[in-house]
């Protein structure tokens, strides 16, 4: 009940298309769903996250979407480029238990081909 | 602003060593401090959490203990390196307000 799944595990975009990565969870209790970014040898940033409360986030050309009542959120980019290639992460917790509680999906590894 | 810094970025051992990565925080007091590793295709697991000065808890049983003797200061470690225990290490902080969990850039440990 603990896990994020994450699909797929890779993806490979061309340049100018739409990038879309899905995560489902389990836990209903879950309020806090961020995505991460790795670049190859770097840590995880944060990228964008959402609350529940609502049904979609945007930020530039990264949108959240977000599905309550199935459980799911995805990550979209618009008009994918070259250095969006990155691992990217999703992730969900309830905020106030901490962040040791947040639960990593396992990645998606994403190529954006010129 | 705050920081976060982890040494070395890079470690090759022979298995049976010692081990000690070190993480520090900067721009912030009193900050949450965590110890992830990183396997190819799993995400990334919580080894080790820490509130407070040498306040520790740990996710998972393993050949690896940590250490918060400064305020700022995150120390992972092993006293025998296994095999298993290559991969790459993310020490990761909550500061004021707590509401980012930030990571620092990684230490990529190889065990021969």
């Known amino acids: 009940q603990q896990q994020v799944k994450q699909s797929p595990q890779s993806l490979i975009v061309q340049k100018g298309g739409i990038s879309i990565i899905n995560c489902a969870y389990e836990n209903t209790a879950f309020d806090y769903f961020p995505w991460y970014q790795q670049f190859p040898g770097k840590g995880p940033a944060l990228l964008i996250a959402?609350?529940?409360?609502?049904s979609e986030k945007k930020e530039g050309r990264f949108t959240i979407s977000f599905n309550k009542s199935a459980k799911q959120f995805s990550l979209h980019i618009m008009d994918s480029q070259p250095g969006d290639s990155a691992t990217y992460f999703c992730a969900a917790s309830r905020k106030n238990t901490g962040f040791q509680k947040l639960v990593f999906g396992t990645g998606t590894r994403l190529l954006v081909s010129p | 602003s705050q920081t976060i810094h982890q040494w070395p970025a890079t470690l090759v051992q022979p298995v049976g060593s010692p081990l000690s990565l070190e993480c520090t925080v900067e721009?912030?007091?009193?900050?949450?401090l965590y110890w992830y590793r990183q396997a190819a295709g799993r995400g990334l697991q919580l080894l080790f959490y820490s509130v407070g000065i040498g306040q520790i808890s740990s996710e998972v049983p393993q050949n690896l203990s940590a250490s918060r003797p400064q305020d700022r200061q995150f120390i992972l470690s092993s006293k025998k390196l296994l095999l298993s225990d290559s991969g790459f290490y993310l020490c990761a902080y909550t500061g004021s307000g707590a509401n980012v969990l930030t990571f620092g850039a990684g230490s990529r440990l190889t065990v021969l």
């Open positions: 721009g912030t007091s009193n900050p949450n």
């Open positions: 959402i609350r529940p409360d609502v």
